[in-house]
């Protein structure tokens, strides 16, 4: 598969050959990343496994201590960052569903999402000035209801859910009046007394969610035609691929272009089977491939994460051979420090560029059992410019997504397949 056999109507052109444009055509204001849900089968666990691997502490709960009988839910942030892992109880425990905090949960759902999939997200929670409109106008131009909008107990939070892919959901969150509740999240959570606010390794906001899909086209036309959503970005396997093998991309982003949703799909016939279609097959269909999380000091939070791995934090993906960080010295002497490009190197940080700015990014390797989800930390450098108030903000995407990078990260991804691959062929 290439260029020339996407999905009928559906063409990519290329990076080389993308004009970047912003028609600010979204269908509804979308502001900006509200949370990520993950679903697992014991969620105190999995939460205290990534609160110490990526230094975002417990904040606030939602379990048999705060009243609810339905599932157990535990908010880790850091910065903006707000990650939610969830788990039921017994449904012999309850009688209705009225103690949730997330009213759309369903135990049965989740049983059959976790036996499916194992750990992953469930749903991509972005901020609404309107959940009630979100919903309505979603549905109206073709997306899939999954939970209409509910007022939670507060009287002034509002969400909704739509399908995205696979078995993952698109949240819509609103908030009405000035006042928000006591933990800055969603009614029913109350502030975890013992949480160690000092563990904060520097992430700071969720950059982007990349989806794996089968086929691109009706994925991405599918997002577009209910949100508005413009292309941001797309990259070819002739982009982005290797020798052995590929996949093609796109990113679509909102108005503002703070919620940017890459979709990714495999390319077939090359030497080695796509790392999409390896995630495809785990995964068992569509699904978060993985999450992009922003640093405000790359240095310091690879040399926080990098000292738990191994004790229970997380582990990062091979670093490139040390020609790449040669190279490097000639493409960000002016923008990194001899020392900066030093450190890039003992931490396994690659550096890409685009025309307006610069990005870092590292990779782990899956975050669970199979080998689907994992999480990049990235910073971006540049493409600083002032709004309306005259208040500087970084413009979205600044620095690309590591194009440059991509033929490094798919050899060390193959490695560790082909390492995969030779225990099941000789355990």
């Known amino acids: 598969m290439g260029i020339d056999t996407i999905s009928e109507g559906f063409k990519l052109v290329g990076y080389k050959n993308f004009v970047r444009t912003n028609p600010r055509s979204d269908l509804f204001n979308v502001k900006r990343f509200h949370h990520i849900e993950f679903w697992c089968g014991d969620a105190i666990n999995v939460a205290c496994r990534f609160s110490w691997g990526l230094g975002m ?39 209705s569903n009225s103690s949730a905090s997330i009213p759309s949960f369903s135990a049965s759902v989740h049983r059959a999402f976790v036996d499916v999939h194992g750990l992953g ?20 131009r073709g997306a899939r209801p999954v939970a209409p909008p509910t007022i939670l107990r507060d009287g002034r939070t509002v969400i909704a859910e739509v399908h995205l892919y696979g078995d993952v959901v698109l949240r819509f969150v609103s908030v009405g009046g000035d006042k928000k509740n ?16 000092e563990l904060d390794y520097g992430i700071r906001r969720l950059d982007h969610a990349v989806g794996n899909v089968p086929k691109l086209g009706p994925a991405v036309e599918y997002v577009k035609k209910f949100t508005g959503f413009h292309e941001f970005a797309e990259f070819t396997t002739e982009d982005v691929g290797t020798l052995e093998s590929g996949l093609n991309s796109i990113v679509l982003a909102n108005n503002d272009e703070t ?13 080695r089977k796509s790392q999409i279609q390896t ?14 999380l922003v640093s405000e000091d790359i240095f310091r939070t690879l040399r926080e994460m990098r000292k738990r791995s191994g004790i229970g934090g997380f582990e990062f993906m091979p670093s490139p051979p040390q020609t790449y960080y040669r190279n490097l010295k000639n493409r960000a002497r ?40 994992f999480i990049e930390i990235i910073q971006r450098i540049g493409c600083m410019v002032e709004d309306d108030q005259g208040q500087l903000y970084q413009k979205g995407g600044c620095g690309g997504f ?4 991509f033929s490094e990260l798919f050899k060390s991804i193959e490695e560790y397949e082909k390492m995969l691959d030779a225990k099941q062929t000789n355990p």
């Open 57 to 95: 502490p417990i904040v606030s709960k939602s379990d048999l201590s705060t009243g609810n009988s339905v599932h157990a839910s535990y908010l880790l942030r850091s910065g903006e960052l707000k990650f939610v892992f969830t788990a039921p109880y017994s449904e012999n425990t309850y009688f």
């Open 259 to 271: 919620v940017l949703l890459p979709f990714n799909e495999p390319v077939y016939d090359m030497k």
């Open 334 to 373: 002016d923008v990194l420090s001899d020392e900066q490009i030093r450190e890039c190197e003992e931490l396994g940080i690659l550096l890409d560029r685009d025309d307006q700015g610069t990005l870092l990014q590292i990779f782990t390797k899956p975050v669970g059992d199979r080998p689907t989800i």
């Open 402 to 405: 590591g194009k440059g990078n």
């Open 279 to 292: 995630y495809l097959e785990h995964n068992e269909g569509a699904g978060v491939q993985h999450l992009a």
């Open 121 to 140: 997200v469930r749903a991509v929670a972005v901020e609404v000035e309107d959940a009630r409109v979100a919903f309505s106008t979603s549905v109206a």
């Open 182 to 197: 006591d933990v800055d999240f969603l009614p029913g959570f109350e502030l975890e007394e013992n949480s160690y606010l």
